[in-house]
């Protein structure tokens, strides 16, 4: 009886090994249902992208010289005048030698005015030796025909030879006199003369500092980055403090033409093989919530371009946008 009851036990439990085993494979081997394919957009489904506006048309000005960019006053959006400064570049050689031209002309100007006043005092100098000269010159004709009338005397005997002497004394001392003083009065035109020489020198050397004081103010103002025309800025492709070579080009992007706008989308293949150029649009904008009728330009490296025009300038580059597409 035990025996049985042993074997009815192993029975059972090989049944349940059995059974869960046929279960476990039924549980594995089940066909799982396939997902479904999503259901493809239906023609007239309108789909809403967001992009950012850009100008058609834009120009472009390059760094005009190499240095360290100073801080731009405008920003992308503002509007611009011609000839309005848009930034600067803090240019350590230029400077310097602006510096260096600027006290160079200095020096020379303050030799031209030394020089000026020089003449003016060598000037009334010589007028000072001329009229000595004059006195003296006059004083030695005096004596000269005194000392004649005696020397004729004293050769006839008629005049005493003290007084022979003293006229011959007082004629030699007028005659060293007046060539003294004639002396002093060329040495002062000469040295009027020499100044006049000098001055002219010293105001060609004051001339050519000018001329390169002008120049090196010249390339300091190429320091400012000045507008072409005016306009608005579209975007700067650098920030104050950063340094920027000589002709870095797209420094700033401006655009003369801010009707005449644009939208780059991403969007996805799918949707795109759906597209054609010239397909409407509607651009909206907080400042234009109605919409602006726009159109689908061209389709080129997954991206469409939208083109429209804004009929306000209240809409500008950069800003963000909304555009809605109609599959057909």
Same mark, same amino acid.
């Given at each position: =009886?035990?025996?049985?009851?042993?074997?009815?036990?192993?029975?059972?439990?090989?049944?349940?090994?059995?059974?869960?085993?046929?279960?476990?494979?039924?549980?594995?081997?089940?066909?799982?249902?396939?997902?479904?394919? #999503?259901?493809?957009? $239906?023609?007239?489904?309108?789909?809403?992208?967001?992009?950012?506006?850009?100008? *058609?048309?834009?120009?472009?000005?390059?760094?005009?010289?190499?240095?360290?960019?100073?801080?731009?006053?405008?920003?992308?959006?503002?509007?611009?005048?011609?000839?309005?400064?848009?930034?600067?570049?803090?240019?350590?050689?230029?400077?310097?030698?602006?510096? @260096?031209?600027?006290?160079?002309?200095? %020096?020379?100007?303050?030799? *031209?005015?030394?020089?000026?006043?020089? !003449?003016?005092?060598?000037?009334?100098?010589?007028?000072?030796?001329?009229?000595?000269?004059?006195?003296?010159?006059?004083?030695?004709?005096?004596?000269?025909? *005194?000392?004649?009338?005696? $020397? =004729?005397?004293?050769?006839?005997?008629?005049?005493?030879?003290?007084?022979?002497?003293?006229?011959?004394? $007082?004629?030699?001392?007028?005659?060293?006199?007046?060539?003294?003083?004639?002396?002093?009065?060329?040495?002062?035109?000469?040295?009027?003369?020499?100044? @006049?020489?000098?001055?002219?020198?010293? %105001?060609?050397?004051?001339?050519?500092? /000018? @001329?390169?004081?002008?120049?090196?103010? /010249?390339?300091?103002?190429?320091?400012?980055?000045?507008?072409?025309?005016?306009?608005?800025?579209?975007?700067?492709?650098?920030?104050?403090?950063?340094?920027?070579?000589?002709?870095?080009?797209?420094?700033? %992007?401006?655009?003369?033409?801010?009707?005449?706008?644009?939208?780059?989308?991403? !969007?996805?293949?799918?949707?795109? /093989?759906?597209?054609? #150029?010239?397909?409407?649009?509607?651009?909206?904008?907080?400042?234009?919530?109605?919409?602006?009728?726009?159109?689908?330009?061209?389709?080129?490296?997954?991206?469409?371009?939208?083109?429209?025009?804004?009929?306000? #300038?209240?809409?500008?580059?950069? =800003? /963000?946008?909304?555009?809605?597409?109609?599959?057909?």
């Amino acid at each position: =009886m035990r025996g049985k009851w042993v074997l009815f036990g192993g029975i059972v439990i090989f049944t349940a090994i059995g059974l869960g085993a046929l279960s476990w494979w039924k549980r594995d081997h089940v066909v799982k249902p396939k997902p479904a394919a #999503p259901a493809e957009l $239906a023609a007239g489904t309108e789909l809403t992208f967001n992009g950012q506006i850009q100008a *058609v048309k834009f120009e472009s000005i390059a760094a005009p010289i190499g240095g360290i960019l100073e801080e731009f006053p405008v920003r992308p959006g503002d509007e611009i005048a011609e000839g309005q400064v848009l930034g600067r570049i803090k240019n350590d050689a230029l400077e310097e030698g602006e510096k @260096e031209a600027a006290l160079q002309f200095e %020096r020379a100007q303050d030799k *031209v005015t030394t020089l000026q006043s020089g !003449i003016l005092s060598a000037r009334l100098e010589v007028s000072r030796a001329e009229a000595d000269a004059t006195r003296a010159r006059l004083d030695y004709e005096r004596a000269e025909r *005194v000392y004649q009338r005696q $020397a =004729m005397l004293h050769k006839e005997g008629a005049t005493p030879r003290k007084t022979y002497e003293a006229a011959a004394e $007082a004629y030699g001392t007028a005659k060293g006199e007046s060539e003294q003083a004639d002396a002093t009065r060329r040495n002062a035109q000469e040295c009027v003369t020499q100044l @006049e020489q000098d001055l002219e020198v010293a %105001r060609k050397s004051l001339a050519e500092k /000018q @001329e390169q004081l002008d120049a090196a103010r /010249q390339d300091l103002q190429a320091c400012e980055i000045r507008a072409p025309e005016a306009g608005v800025i579209i975007s700067i492709a650098k920030q104050a403090g950063e340094p920027v070579d000589k002709g870095f080009p797209d420094l700033i %992007r401006y655009s003369t033409d801010i009707s005449q706008l644009e939208i780059p989308l991403d !969007i996805e293949p799918k949707i795109l /093989q759906r597209l054609q #150029p010239g397909f409407a649009a509607v651009v909206q904008t907080p400042e234009l919530p109605g919409g602006i009728a726009g159109a689908v330009r061209e389709i080129k490296d997954n991206r469409v371009i939208v083109e429209f025009t804004s009929p306000t #300038p209240a809409v500008r580059p950069g =800003m /963000q946008a909304t555009v809605r597409l109609r599959l057909p």
